[in-house]
């Protein structure tokens, strides 16, 4: 190999006697590349001598003050309400106008919230301390009259949800909430968790609230289970 280099180099040297000496130079040392450089091309510019002009720092730091000034104006400082209003399907779909029952059931979803410290978001309730609202027969009865009864003026004593054997109380929530609140939130549960009743409309809340006008909401007669199947109710 190394002789064959060398026998190419001798061989181009006497063709071209100036080229070889330039081209070994070259890659040799910086310093004679430079020099050469200048020898043969005098009248292109040089660089990096000149100092950057001051107004070009002005013009930048400007540039960076008014982009940050127009950010902070319009920026909304980044907040997710703005920028991240929308972030699941759910929440597109919750800010559409809704029907009827529907709004009724988004509305007590968020009502819930005062049962669920109870009967959990979920609706599965606490083992022996708050009976399950999903599945639950006093929930998905046909005819909520009974079921209205509950919240409105509260529930004690031994009762039988899902076979199973409670005895507890639940305060009165009807001097707390609405005629409307309550058909919302009942409506609510009568659907989720995989029940299967249909909405209880306010009307109906204030049909039972009528009916039952000589039972106080503040809590002190709450119903028992048996007064609640005593009563007389259209299927
Ligand atoms: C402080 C706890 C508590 C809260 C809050 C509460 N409950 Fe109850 N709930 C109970 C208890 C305890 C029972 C069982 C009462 C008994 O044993 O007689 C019960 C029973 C029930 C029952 C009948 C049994 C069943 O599981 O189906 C229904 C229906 C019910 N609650 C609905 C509601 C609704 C609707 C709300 C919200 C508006 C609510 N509860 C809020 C504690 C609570």
């Not at 106080?216 to 109710?233: H, N, Q």
Request: hydrophobic share 35%; net charge neutral.
């Amino acid at each position: 190999m190394k002789p064959d280099r060398n026998k190419k180099k001798t061989s181009g040297g006497p063709a071209n006697p100036s080229a070889p000496t330039t081209k070994r130079s070259t890659p040799a040392a910086g310093g004679s590349k430079r020099g050469s450089r200048g020898n043969s091309e005098d009248s292109e510019p040089t660089a990096g001598s000149e100092p950057v002009p001051v107004w070009l720092f002005v013009l930048m730091a400007l540039m960076l003050y008014s982009g940050m000034s127009y950010l902070h104006t319009y920026g909304g400082g980044f907040n997710p309400k703005v920028y991240e209003n929308f972030r699941s399907y759910k929440l597109v779909d919750s800010a559409n106008p809704k029907s009827g029952p529907e709004m009724l059931i988004a509305k007590g979803e968020a009502l819930y919230m005062v049962c669920a410290a109870c009967h959990q978001v979920n609706g599965m309730g606490v083992a022996g301390q708050f009976p399950p609202l999903m599945g639950s027969e006093w929930v998905n009865e046909p005819n909520p009259a009974r079921l209205i009864r509950i919240p409105l003026h509260g529930l004690s004593g031994p009762m039988q949800v899902k076979g199973q054997d409670w005895n507890s109380s639940m305060a009165a929530l009807g001097s707390a909430l609405s005629a409307e609140d309550i058909a919302a939130i009942l409506s609510y549960i009568r659907q989720a968790w995989g029940n299967t009743a249909g909405p209880v409309t306010p009307a109906e809340v204030e049909a039972v609230i009528a009916d039952t006008s000589s039972r106080s909401m503040d809590g002190s007669r709450p119903w028992t289970a048996s007064e609640l199947m005593s009563i007389e109710v259209a299927q």
